[in-house]
């Protein structure tokens, strides 16, 4: 059974900072894996997706990278904005199921 | 021209009662989901439909009934409510492929009294 783990927790971190949010996991058979952003009150919104034959996927400020063998995933944010204050979640997508980790809640500081 | 929509957005009920939540996407995507969010945050996949046809069925009290009379809806009916229903449920959908990101609704808060 997949289990996908995220830390840390929480974050909080000064405006500007670049950060590094990790996501492991224990079956590497996946065909990729998604970086989600949660708002309070909100649904998710996919950032971006890394296919298992991928290493990495940019978007804007966000990096993300893949490394399957060792069921690993990071999310790279640069210069971080207040606005980016959300949750933070990575899932794998194993046969027709997506398993979530349970989230880093980020906070940037103005 | 919201993509997944849910409804109702918000749901307070009684113990006992039965109730049901409404998914629809305009996206025209083959698949799609409920998740349950609890008080810790943490998602879980509850059911996945493709095609209309039932193709995860996670170990769900059978309370909980999804119903997908065609592809662009899933709907989730739950009888006999209790107070450990309380959470968000989420519903989800992307198109056939592996590779394809997850659209979400932006949940139901369902309340057990």
């Known amino acids: 059974k997949q289990e996908v783990t995220q830390i840390p927790a929480a974050l909080s971190v000064p405006e500007g900072e670049n950060l590094v949010l990790n996501c492991s996991f224990t079956?590497?058979?996946?065909?990729?894996l998604q970086w989600f952003r949660q708002d309070p009150g909100k649904g998710l919104t996919s950032l971006l997706l890394?296919?298992?034959?991928?290493r990495e996927q940019t978007s804007g400020r966000l990096n993300a990278s893949l490394d399957k063998s060792s069921g690993r995933s990071t999310l790279y944010i640069a210069a971080s904005q207040p606005g980016d204050s959300a949750t933070y979640l990575c899932?794998?997508?194993?046969?027709?199921?997506?398993?979530f980790g349970e989230g880093t809640q980020l906070t940037v500081n103005p | 021209d919201t993509a997944v929509s849910q409804t109702p957005k918000y749901l307070v009920t009684q113990m006992g009662n039965d109730k049901s939540i409404k998914c629809e996407q305009n996206?025209?995507?083959?698949?799609m989901y409920w998740y349950k969010q609890d008080s810790k945050k943490f998602l879980k996949i509850m059911f996945s439909?493709?095609?209309?046809?039932?193709?995860i069925n996670e170990t769900v009290p059978n309370r909980f009934s999804p119903k997908s009379p065609d592809k662009a809806h899933l709907n989730l009916h739950i009888n006999s409510l209790e107070l450990g229903d309380s959470a968000v449920y989420f519903c989800?959908?992307?198109?056939?492929?592996?590779?394809?990101?997850?659209?979400f609704g932006s949940g139901t808060q369902l309340s057990v009294l």
């Open positions: 989800a959908s992307r198109p056939q492929g592996h590779n394809e990101k997850l659209f």
């Open positions: 079956d590497s058979a996946i065909y990729n």
């Open positions: 890394i296919q298992s034959s991928q």
């Open positions: 899932a794998v997508l194993s046969g027709s199921r997506l398993t």
């Open positions: 996206l025209g995507h083959d698949t």
């Open positions: 439909y493709n095609n209309k046809e039932l193709i």
